[in-house]
């Protein structure tokens, strides 16, 4: 059950992803894409998705060659990304999108406790 939201309002700078799951596939990565559209982050691009949206595919081979990607078109509409192949490229991105700041992750690295 997706939340309404086309790729229309995206590109009207609407919604955006709000959500990256980094885990790898096959670790339950479908039934987190099903929570997050019952939560109302949905849509949510799953590797399913490229199934559906066979013209995705070259975008997926082309950030894999480390070309240059338009990551807001590739996920106009969706709220969310779990699974393959979003997981492979969300350190990759320093724009926005699929980023994340060294800070944060440092704090949520594990510390030694005295």
């Known amino acids: 059950m997706s939340t309404p939201q ?12 709000k959500i990256i799951g980094a885990g790898f596939g096959r670790t339950g990565t479908l039934s987190l894409k099903v929570a997050l559209e ?8 799953h590797m399913t998705e490229v199934f559906q949206h066979p013209e995705h595919a070259k975008e997926w081979l082309a950030a894999a060659r ?4 338009d990551w807001n078109k590739l996920f ?4 969310a990304t779990v699974d393959w192949p ?4 969300y350190l990759r991105r320093t724009d926005g999108g699929l980023s994340r700041r060294q800070s944060d992750l440092d704090g949520a690295r594990p510390r030694k406790v005295a």
Do not use: T, V
């Open 6 to 17: 086309s790729p229309d309002h995206a590109a009207h700078g609407e919604g955006g992803l």
């Open 38 to 45: 019952d939560l109302g982050f949905g849509p949510c691009y």
């Open 86 to 89: 979003g997981c492979s490229f």
């Open 66 to 69: 480390d070309q240059p990607q």
């Open 76 to 79: 106009a509409g969706y709220q």
